[in-house]
């Protein structure tokens, strides 16, 4: 297999209406009102609250923006509105400062100065006010996470990473882009450098120590079981870097996995416990 740019490209009037059909059959087989999502006013969230919107109609979707003093950022809010505006859903701006200092406060090992536990709890408690909200409201929780970020286990397991149904999540970062751009979402939304908002000037490639540009082709020739060396080769790239992506991709499994438990009984709830499809 040759890895090009082009193996990246996506017939997008086929895949928005899959993703489009996915949501609207899904919500209405679980009998719900529709979905919430959190509306962060970046690519992967303000793609997905755009292919919610279209499928499910405005009116049954409700993005909700969760700005706290640390990681304020008033563009991200005008853009999150912009889109609600752009696109017919309903938008609700909750400010969540004063329970993470709730919370921060009544720990009794909090440490300020570690920033990925702080962090880590910020996108957990986000979880808490979609969940609060979709119970309340009847809705399911649309997660927002793509590809790239899922396989390399970057977010928050029980956070960002928890959802009812992701949508996007087999769609790598650059794809996202691609239809983003194709349903209509704001150009300065689709070009804005990605980041969690979960400490001041947090930036996602920065962290990674790749452009997605690049990460997506290592991941797709590890996804069709390239052998590192292949892969290197032809994006002509470290062996370094193929098996750092790699490495990082193998040892966050356990972020993508239920559970584990032991193995005693007949059945174990888990990928052993199949219902045959006559039983539902």
């Known amino acids: 297999m040759k890895i090009t740019p082009s193996v990246l490209k996506l017939d997008l009037p086929l895949v928005e209406n899959r993703i489009e059909g996915f949501i609207k059959d899904y919500v209405e087989k679980c009998g719900t009102e529709g979905v919430v999502l959190g509306a962060s006013g970046g690519l992967d969230s303000s793609t997905t609250l755009a292919l919610a919107s279209l499928s499910l109609g405005g009116d049954r979707v409700l993005g909700i923006a969760m700005p706290e003093q640390e990681t304020h950022n008033a563009t991200d809010i005008q853009h999150a509105k912009l889109l609600a505006e752009e696109f017919g859903f309903n938008i609700q701006v909750v400010d969540i400062s004063s329970t993470l200092k709730t919370f921060f406060h009544t720990l009794p090992i909090y440490d300020a100065t570690n920033k990925l536990s702080k962090g880590n709890v910020k996108a ?71 980041s969690p908002r979960l400490w001041p000037n947090q930036l996602a490639e920065k962290e990674l120590g790749i452009k997605y540009e690049i990460l997506d082709l290592i991941l797709f020739g590890l996804e069709h079981f390239m052998k590192p060396q292949e892969i290197s080769g032809q994006l002509n790239l470290p062996m370094a870097l193929v098996e750092a992506v790699k490495s990082r991709w193998l040892a966050s499994e356990h972020k993508r996995q239920p559970p584990l438990t032991t193995k005693l009984g007949f059945r174990t709830v888990g990928k052993d416990f199949r219902v045959p499809r006559g039983l539902h």
């Open 124 to 194: 957990r408690i986000r979880m808490v006010y979609l969940y609060y909200y979709a119970n309340k409201l009847n809705r399911l929780v649309c997660g927002t996470s793509d590809k790239s970020e899922t396989m390399m286990g970057y977010f928050t397991k029980w956070g960002d990473g928890a959802a009812d149904i992701s949508p996007i999540m087999d769609l790598y970062k650059t794809q996202v882009m691609q239809l983003a751009s194709h349903v209509g979402v704001p150009t300065g939304i689709v070009t804005k450098p990605p």
